[in-house]
């Protein structure tokens, strides 16, 4: 069998999603289409690219997160550096080191772009704020004149990934023929921050009108992250201490409230022990912890699982969703 599945975004606690990957292997299920937002983006691109779960363990196990957090020397003085930076690049970190590590990691299994993958086998969401607006990848890429087929998953994972003033956004110059008539110097830009700002769970990515008979159905799966950091509270000194506990409080707070009961039967939930999305430090022992957590949680999931359930309880969905609709344009 095999699922298609959306990774949630959790920043750190995205190493519980690899343990996930895991259980499905042992399972024996393959996955056909996959989907994320911010760490969801990274497991979610590497599963496309083609690792398989003990590559993602040994990743994990040998990569310093705290890495991540680059900054030149000029910007690394006490508050004032930060506070340079800030104004001046528009995030306290730069997310050159992820872009270039994803890409690496890509490279290896000979993946660099959207076209060396199957069609709609990787979605990647992020946020345009300029233009106010979510962002599903590489699709939608083509507004700006850019060419899907050829644009860099990595890229693409670093616009997923670019917490707001924590990373520096990405910044993309749309192509002469998107301009609008009349747009400044200034409005040709567009800047591309996390998904999670607009959807931190996509759920409904794969979700179609009809309802394929069971034995060519391909079931959605949801992998959450769950847990908000209780017991860790975020210590406020100063404006950039409140800036990371005001978007680690804003990611986090994606809970299970913004599961729907009807959504439930597609969603595994993942115990993320109180871990914090901004955790770069994260120590060996929290890192297997939430690995282990995501096994775990997928086994007993699957252990109830069965397709025939979720084909009921999936067409009960949509039909939900169809009345909504029709209701609304009444």
């Known amino acids: 069998m095999k699922i298609n599945a959306v990774f949630e975004g959790g920043g750190v606690k995205g190493i519980a999603l690899a343990g996930a990957v895991s259980a499905v292997e042992q399972l024996g299920i393959g996955f056909h289409q996959v989907a994320g937002t911010s760490s969801g983006a990274i497991i979610a691109s590497l599963v496309a690219a083609g690792y398989k779960s003990e590559e993602l363990k040994q990743i994990i196990e040998a990569t310093p997160f705290s890495t991540f957090l680059q900054r030149s020397r000029i910007f690394d003085t006490k508050l004032i550096g930060p506070l340079a930076r800030l104004f001046i690049k528009k995030g306290l970190y730069s997310g050159e080191a992820l872009e270039h590590w994803i890409y690496n990691l890509l490279l290896a299994k000979g993946i660099r772009t959207f076209g060396d993958l199957k069609h709609n086998q990787l979605r990647i ?95 959605t799966i949801g992998f959450q992250l769950v847990g908000r950091g209780e017991g860790k509270p975020n210590v406020i000194y100063g404006p950039l201490t409140m800036m990371k506990a005001l978007f680690s409080t804003m990611l986090d707070a994606h809970d ?31 890192s297997l912890q939430l690995f282990e957590s995501g096994q775990k949680a997928t086994q007993a999931f699957f252990a109830k699982w069965k397709l025939t359930d979720y084909k ?13 609709s029709q209701e609304l344009h009444q």
């Open 256 to 286: 299970e409230r913004y599961i729907q009961e009807v959504n439930r039967f597609r969603t595994i939930k993942i115990p993320t022990m109180g871990i914090s999305v901004t955790e770069f430090n994260i120590t060996e022992e929290h």
């Open 125 to 219: 969401i992020a946020s345009d704020i300029s233009g106010r607006k979510l962002l599903v990848l590489p699709d939608d890429i083509a507004q700006y004149g850019v060419d899907p087929h050829r644009f860099l998953i990595a890229k693409a994972v670093r616009m997923s990934t670019s917490i707001p003033y924590f990373f520096d956004p990405v910044v993309i110059r749309k192509a002469p023929d998107k301009r609008l008539p009349g747009e400044s110097f200034p409005q040709q830009f567009v800047y591309i921050v996390d998904g999670a700002l607009l959807s931190n769970f996509p759920l409904w990515l794969f979700d179609t009108p009809e309802t394929p008979a069971l034995d060519k159905m391909i079931p």
């Open 312 to 324: 009921q309880k999936y067409m009960t969905h949509v039909n939900r969703k169809t009345r909504t």
